[in-house]
């Protein structure tokens, strides 16, 4: 039997960040996963608040080379309704920031994190998946699928959407599915993007260009399903004119690359983040469409909840309720990105008028509201980030 003070299941990018961060923390912590991830073609938007963390954690100058800023974001209504938006620009600057954030190939973010975990003295990697979870007062029992046992004061689940962890702890998901599929890739583009993301919203959903370092920016492109596998069967030519015509030729000739790929799109929300011994991160305990880069930047800051929760070294043993802390901390936070990022999908999918106008209308507001608008930016960036600063110039304003 093997011991350690925290056990994460599930080596994908959020366990591998919650592993890598409470062993700089100080604590013994088993790594356990199967071995080899899919090739993920993805790209991951990380917001201001999420690159100081990777910061902190002393990643940033190795991923920082493969990594392209994002200084303005542009929403543009793509739609034919009878009430079109007005096109929304936020730029980073208005808000004091050189970027909102960086956008990221998903393999330099793995590579890294690997190698650093491969390097941290305070991890044992477990190659293997977790088949039972036996929690008790005292400690968690884990056994792997080689028979292997491990004991440990406190666990992870970051073993994604089909949790075994989670379900060990009789924690039960909401789960609901779109008629959306995702398609992502990356293209090389004749005209530079100058740091500009654009995000056009379409009836099927929205289609987001997002720079890459050079003249390359990556996309996803949400469709009907039918509509993917047409995509996804067409030459790489025949996509690259498909992916230059909707982007209105902003960018000139698109040259798609190889390995574009479809996700469906569906929703989960676990009923609790976690409880006694137990903790669930990323997509174990949430899960959403990707608009507007949220998922793995909320995901940095379940582990951020949780490296303030266990890596304090005077509260060692961790506590018997450092799962319920976590759930009372992280709920507002992760309901709050479920649900916005569910309304503002179905705002898109809509055909009733009344719905159409309060999206319309709510662009139209951000358009013409400066101090609406950078405060909405802030809360992009950082959650309460924009409401502190709001409620900083109201001071300064009854001061005077
Ligand atoms: C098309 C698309 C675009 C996206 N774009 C963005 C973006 O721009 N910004 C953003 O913030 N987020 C984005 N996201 C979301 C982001 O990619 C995810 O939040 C993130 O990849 C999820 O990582 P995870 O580690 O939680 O889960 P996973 O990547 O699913 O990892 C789960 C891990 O658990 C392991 N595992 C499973 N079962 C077991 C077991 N029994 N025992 C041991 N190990 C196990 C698996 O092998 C794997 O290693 C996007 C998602 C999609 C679909």
């Not at 793509?78 to 954030?101: C, E, I, N, W, Y």
């Not at 004991?151 to 689940?157: D, K, L, P, Q, Y």
């Not at 319309?360 to 909405?376: D, F, K, M, Q, T």
């Amino acid at each position: 039997m093997q011991d350690y003070e925290i056990a994460v299941v599930g080596g994908g990018l959020a366990g591998s960040v919650a592993a890598f961060a409470l062993a700089r923390g100080g604590r013994k912590v088993a790594l356990i996963a199967p071995d080899a991830a899919p090739v993920d073609e993805r790209t991951t938007a990380l917001m201001d608040q999420s690159i100081r963390f990777m910061e902190r954690l002393g990643l940033w100058d190795r991923i920082s080379p493969s990594a392209a800023p994002l200084s303005v974001m542009q929403i543009i209504d793509g739609t034919d309704r009878l009430l079109r938006a007005p096109t929304a620009q936020f730029k980073s600057v208005d808000v004091g920031l050189q970027a909102f954030g960086y956008n990221i190939p998903n393999r330099v973010l793995l590579e890294t994190l690997q190698s650093a975990v491969a390097d941290e003295a305070n991890i044992t990697r477990l190659t293997g998946a977790v088949e039972a979870v036996a929690f008790s007062d005292e400690q968690v029992l884990l056994t792997l699928a080689d028979g292997t046992t491990v004991s440990t004061a406190f666990v992870i689940g970051a073993d994604g959407r089909n949790s075994k962890v989670r379900e060990s702890a009789g924690v039960n998901t909401r789960r609901w599915s779109y008629p959306q599929s995702a398609v992502v890739l990356n293209f090389g583009h004749t005209l530079p993007h100058d740091n500009v993301s654009t995000e056009f919203h379409t009836p099927s959903g929205p289609f987001t260009q997002v720079p890459l370092p050079g003249r390359r920016s990556s996309l996803v492109w949400v469709v009907k399903p039918e509509e993917a596998t047409h995509l996804l069967a067409l030459s790489l030519d025949e996509l690259s004119r498909e992916v230059e015509t909707r982007m209105q030729s902003m960018l000139g000739k698109a040259s798609v690359e190889p390995g574009p790929q479809a996700w469906p799109l569906s929703s989960l929300m676990a009923d609790r983040f976690g409880k006694g011994r137990m903790a669930l991160v990323g997509e174990a305990a949430h899960a959403f469409p990707p608009i507007g880069a949220q998922g793995l930047n909320l995901s940095l800051r379940d582990v951020i909840a949780l490296s303030e929760l266990l890596s304090t070294v005077s509260d060692r043993p961790i506590p018997s309720d450092a799962g319920d802390r976590f759930n009372r901390r992280r709920r507002a936070d992760i309901m709050s990105r479920t649900f916005g990022v569910d309304l503002l999908n179905r705002s898109l999918l809509s055909d009733f008028l009344p719905v159409q106008m309060l999206r319309a209308g709510g662009l139209h507001l951000l358009s013409s509201a400066p101090p609406l608008r950078n405060l909405v930016m802030r809360e992009g960036v950082e959650p309460g980030r924009g409401f502190r600063a709001f409620v900083e110039t109201l001071r300064e304003e009854i001061r005077r």
